[in-house]
């Protein structure tokens, strides 16, 4: 069940995540091909791989600040565990495919390190212009290749919502303005398994109903961009809430514009 809360407050301090990402940019000269870290694992595809067999929900692509973004879940239709990398192909006005650092086209993975059959995965990731070839208008994406992965754990997320974080606007005392936005929900571990090291990816959609952002999340970094209600291994059967406060300023323009209307949360464990 999701769920929202509005909260009037004079003050809110909240986690950024593009802050957190890339030092308050989408994209970083320190980061391979421009992209946001968090959005992506950095692990390149290995040489030889499975076919990947997927599919693509809630797509979304748009510009801004010269930046082409990308933001999509990504469906393992495999009836096998797999880690799985996406083929990206960035298209000008007249669909001809454009070169991204001299190269047709550019591979990323998946952010769950192994999703089960007909289990999904997610991604984000932001193109600088610079390294674009031409005008980039839309995108081609396609399964690039997959790893087997023995099966684990199968995490879920449910409870899943937020608190709108209000203050008076500073133009117009007798209005507010929305400046951040705690999401929650609660993490299962339904299965007879022990998930070690468990990851939470966070989706988020503007009021128009479309994905703009996807965030990976460590329980275990020491800077706690996220808060559980226990930390350490998820047992079997276990439940545990969790929170994570995001600030407006470090999010796509397009979110502030727009502002969030729902969240979305995934989990998985880490694999080697």
Same mark, same amino acid.
């Given at each position: 069940?999701?769920?929202?809360?509005?909260? #009037?407050?004079?003050? $809110? /301090?909240?986690?950024?995540?593009?802050?957190?990402? *890339?030092?308050?940019? $989408?994209?970083?000269?320190?980061?391979?091909?421009?992209?946001?870290?968090?959005?992506?694992?950095?692990?390149?595809?290995?040489?030889?791989?499975?076919?990947?067999? /997927?599919? $693509?929900?809630?797509?979304?692509?748009?510009? =801004?600040?010269?930046?082409? *973004?990308?933001?999509?879940?990504?469906?393992?239709?495999?009836?096998?565990?797999?880690?799985?990398?996406?083929?990206?192909?960035?298209?000008?006005?007249?669909?001809?495919?454009?070169?991204?650092?001299?190269?047709?086209?550019?591979?990323?993975?998946?952010?769950?390190?192994?999703?089960?059959?007909?289990?999904?995965?997610?991604?984000?990731?932001?193109?600088?212009?610079?390294?674009?070839? !031409?005008?980039?208008?839309?995108?081609?994406?396609?399964?690039?290749?997959?790893?087997?992965?023995?099966?684990?754990?199968?995490?879920?997320?449910? =409870?899943?919502? !937020?608190?709108?974080?209000?203050?008076?606007?500073?133009?117009?005392?007798?209005?507010?303005?929305?400046?951040?936005?705690?999401?929650?929900?609660?993490?299962?571990?339904? #299965?007879?398994?022990?998930?070690?090291?468990?990851?939470?990816?966070?989706?988020?959609?503007?009021?128009? =109903?479309? #994905?703009? $952002?996807?965030? +990976?999340?460590?329980?275990?970094?020491?800077?706690?961009?996220?808060?559980?209600?226990?930390? !350490?291994?998820?047992?079997?059967? =276990?439940?545990?809430? +969790?929170? *994570?406060?995001?600030?407006?300023? +470090?999010?796509?323009?397009? #979110?502030?514009?727009?502002?969030?209307?729902?969240?979305?949360?995934?989990?998985?464990?880490?694999?080697?």
């Amino acid at each position: 069940m999701r769920h929202l809360f509005f909260i #009037l407050l004079s003050f $809110f /301090v909240s986690i950024g995540f593009f802050s957190a990402a *890339c030092g308050g940019n $989408f994209g970083t000269a320190d980061a391979p091909g421009g992209i946001a870290p968090g959005g992506i694992s950095s692990q390149p595809m290995p040489e030889i791989v499975d076919s990947a067999e /997927v599919a $693509f929900r809630d797509l979304n692509y748009w510009t =801004e600040n010269n930046l082409f *973004c990308i933001a999509t879940i990504v469906d393992n239709t495999a009836p096998f565990w797999r880690r799985i990398w996406v083929r990206i192909e960035l298209l000008d006005a007249a669909g001809q495919v454009l070169k991204i650092d001299g190269a047709p086209n550019m591979v990323v993975r998946a952010l769950a390190d192994a999703i089960a059959p007909k289990g999904a995965s997610a991604f984000f990731v932001a193109i600088p212009f610079s390294q674009v070839s !031409g005008v980039p208008v839309s995108c081609r994406l396609s399964g690039a290749g997959a790893v087997a992965q023995n099966p684990g754990p199968i995490l879920l997320s449910s =409870e899943i919502g !937020g608190v709108r974080m209000l203050q008076p606007d500073p133009k117009d005392s007798t209005k507010t303005v929305e400046t951040a936005f705690q999401a929650s929900a609660t993490l299962e571990n339904p #299965l007879d398994l022990t998930a070690e090291h468990p990851r939470v990816v966070l989706l988020l959609y503007g009021k128009d =109903e479309k #994905l703009y $952002f996807v965030q +990976m999340l460590d329980p275990e970094d020491p800077k706690k961009l996220i808060t559980l209600e226990r930390d !350490g291994p998820m047992i079997p059967q =276990e439940r545990r809430k +969790m929170y *994570c406060p995001i600030s407006y300023a +470090m999010l796509p323009q397009k #979110l502030r514009e727009l502002l969030i209307g729902r969240v979305d949360v995934q989990v998985y464990d880490v694999r080697n």
